[in-house]
Every structure is written in structure tokens, then in C-alpha cells.
């Protein structure tokens, strides 16, 4: 059973450009959250998304725009990149019937895309 | 609301010493707590999680938590240090919705 995967591992844009992260859930999975890790700090939500919607969203701008797709697959978008935005993205997902509640289930990580902005 | 704050932003033990590690939550709902482990490079691996059933929880590689609703604490022990066991740990709590709160994480390194 793959768990969480995403691509790609590593990549580096200039500042100004647009990035395109893709994450691809557990099987079983069909809630998607995105994190940004920057260095030396714990993750910070982004948002989350469920049946291709984003349901939550944390404090981040609009530059950062998301997708969902039938497969339950999601990508993360990223506009206008800034020197800050350079970090470890995570992609997390949780299962059916997680979405939206209050539960004790844990979220499965993937490795993450290194994103260097220079 | 929900939060944790990490006390050390670095541990130090020596090889057999024990490991603890300290959490500390807020939150305005009973807390479902976790902690994570990420090891250089790589994603993050769940440890072990508080799901109310039992206060003394224990999770893989000889890690264990105690969740104390009086201290508003749920740090992570383990009897013995392993060199495998360096990595950063990250304590985390379950806000609505199923989103997670992070701290800012702690990094253990173990002495030979």
C-alpha cells in the first residue's frame, strides 16, 4: 500500500515565478491538507481540502491557491513567489469521513518538495 | 483555540539516558494530541497519539506519552536513548476540522 507521495522532491524557481506541487493521497484517503515547513519551525497549515473543495484555510495569502481532482489527488499552487516562501511542503491526508470533524485520527505525511526561491 | 508550545528547542542525552521531551497544549475543546518524528530529509512519522482512552500512551520504538489534564501536558518519554532516535520531534494538537497545530519542534541528539 503507497502511502503518501508527492513531486516533485526538490525544485528551485526565481523570485516572481509560479510553482505547481503535487501530492497524491493515501489509498483510502480522500482528505488532502497542505503545510509549509520553513526551516528550523514546526509546520503551518495551509489548507485542506475534501471532495475538490477547500474546506479550511489557515493564514496564508491568496497567492496560494489549491486544486483537488476525482482521484482525490491535489495540487498546490503558489503565485508571485517570494524569497519567504522557501520551505519543506507537506502533504498530509486522512480518512474517509475525517473531513470537517473533530476526530482523534491522525494525519499520514509525505516527504515533502523542497522549494528554494531565488 | 487550539496550541502547543515545546520546552527545548534542543536535548541533548547521552546513549542509554532517558529521553523526555515536553509539550504543552491549550485548547478549548478535550485535546486530541500526537506527536510526530522527522527525521532529516523526510516527512513526518507518527509516533503515538492521546485519544482519551487512556492516559499513558505508547507508541513505536519505545516512546511513550502521558497526558495530564492538571498540567495541560503531554510529554514524550523513553527509558532508554538509542542513536537512532536523534531526529526532530514535533508535538501537535487536532484543531476543528480535523486541522493540526504544530509546535515548533525539538531536536534530540544522542550522545555515544
Known amino acids: 500500500d503507497a502511502g503518501v507521495t508527492q513531486s516533485p522532491t526538490h525544485l528551485i524557481k526565481t523570485r516572481g515565478q509560479q510553482v505547481t506541487l503535487r501530492c497524491s493521497p493515501k489509498?483510502?484517503?480522500?482528505?488532502v491538507s497542505w503545510y509549509q515547513q520553513a526551516l528550523g519551525q514546526g509546520p503551518q497549515f495551509i489548507f485542506q481540502?475534501?471532495?475538490?473543495?477547500?474546506?479550511q484555510r489557515g493564514n496564508f495569502p491568496d497567492r496560494f491557491s489549491g486544486h483537488q481532482f476525482p482521484n482525490y489527488s491535489s495540487e498546490l499552487n503558489v503565485n508571485a513567489l517570494l524569497l519567504g516562501d522557501s520551505a519543506l511542503y507537506l502533504c498530509a491526508s486522512s480518512p474517509r469521513g475525517t473531513a470537517g470533524t473533530y476526530s482523534s485520527y491522525e494525519q499520514y505525511f509525505g516527504p515533502g518538495t523542497r522549494l528554494t526561491v531565488t | 483555540a487550539q496550541s502547543v508550545t515545546q520546552l527545548g528547542s534542543h536535548v541533548s542525552v547521552s546513549e542509554g539516558a532517558l529521553v523526555l521531551l515536553r509539550c504543552n497544549y491549550s485548547s478549548s475543546v478535550p485535546p486530541y494530541l500526537f506527536w510526530y518524528v522527522q527525521y532529516p530529509n523526510q516527512g513526518l512519522q507518527l509516533l503515538l497519539k492521546y485519544t482519551s482512552a487512556a492516559t499513558l500512551v505508547k507508541g513505536i520504538n519505545g516512546f511513550e506519552a502521558e497526558f495530564k489534564k492538571s498540567e495541560t501536558s503531554f510529554h514524550l518519554t523513553k527509558p532508554s536513548a538509542h542513536m537512532s532516535d536523534a531526529a526532530e520531534y514535533f508535538c501537535?494538537?487536532?484543531?476543528?476540522?480535523?486541522?493540526?497545530?504544530f509546535g515548533t519542534g525539538t531536536s534530540l541528539t544522542v550522545i555515544p
Open positions: 489509498s483510502g484517503h480522500d482528505t
Open positions: 501537535a494538537v487536532s484543531g476543528g476540522g480535523n486541522q493540526f497545530y
Open positions: 481540502y475534501y471532495e475538490e473543495e477547500e474546506r
